[in-house]
């Protein structure tokens, strides 16, 4: 489970977590934060954040292992991306805030919600199930298991897969990323938001089953909207879904 962009770029440690990903073309008048799935970076998502309004900055959460930062050791803990979030982001210029994540980002983005208070206006959960649903990606404990979870999850080019130096080294940021998603999910039935909340799933998600999806209205005292899309696990990459995707941001960027 991982976007291709193809930036093996070597950097230094000092590389940000939210490197800007898409710059305002006017003023900004609101912030979305990108929160991407297990093993991909934040230009993953980039498809459903260009379409968006000019005045719209978006930040993109990159973690070690990836992208900008695909010379770093994978592997971070929750309070570190919190602290990324308020070292990084609460120290810019304030804006009204929106927070977007698929899967892994899901919860994190929720975390940074209750984080950024009165700053966050919105959130858009993707292919996430809420409170104690079992999580599948949470049963892996080998490296055979997540080749597994990468090749049944889809969302993986196939050259990632042929190519088992590549391979390896997505495998190692995934497990990194599951361990992270572990401890994200852990007292998460106890997460409350106060924002309206939006969530978006896949019917045929062999990962995250969609049943649960209506759960999520207990974690926010705003209100809960579900969508449910034909699809697997990337139901919001797929071409025939992108247009209402990029309308459920366009709303939750207005709001508030």
Known sequence: MIGADGSTTRNSPRVPWWPLLREAKTAP????????????????????????PGDVEVLGLSLPGRERRFDEP?????????????????????????VFGHSLGALLATRAARLLGPHCRAAVVSGQAPGRTTRRAHGTSTDEDVVRLLREGGG???????????????????????????????????????????????TADPLIPHEPLDGWADHTTGAC??????GDH??????????????????ALTEG
């Open 29 to 52: 008048r609101v912030r979305l934060l990108v929160f991407p799935h297990s093993g991909a970076g934040p230009n993953t998502l980039f498809p459903l954040v260009r379409p968006l």
């Open 156 to 202: 993986t080019p196939q050259w990632v897969l042929d190519d088992p130096e590549m391979l390896a080294h997505v495998t190692r940021v995934l497990r990194a990323d599951i361990e992270l998603s572990r401890e994200s999910a852990t007292g998460f039935e106890d997460v409350r938001l106060d924002v309206p909340l939006h969530v978006l799933g896949g």
């Open 74 to 98: 994978p592997g971070c803990r929750l309070d570190q991306v919190l602290d990324s979030v308020a070292d990084e982001v609460l120290g810019l210029d304030p804006l009204p805030t929106v």
């Open 225 to 230: 909207q579900v969508l449910r899309f034909e």
């Open 234 to 251: 990337f139901f919001l990459l797929a071409e025939a879904h992108r247009p209402t995707v990029v309308d459920v941001l366009r709303r």
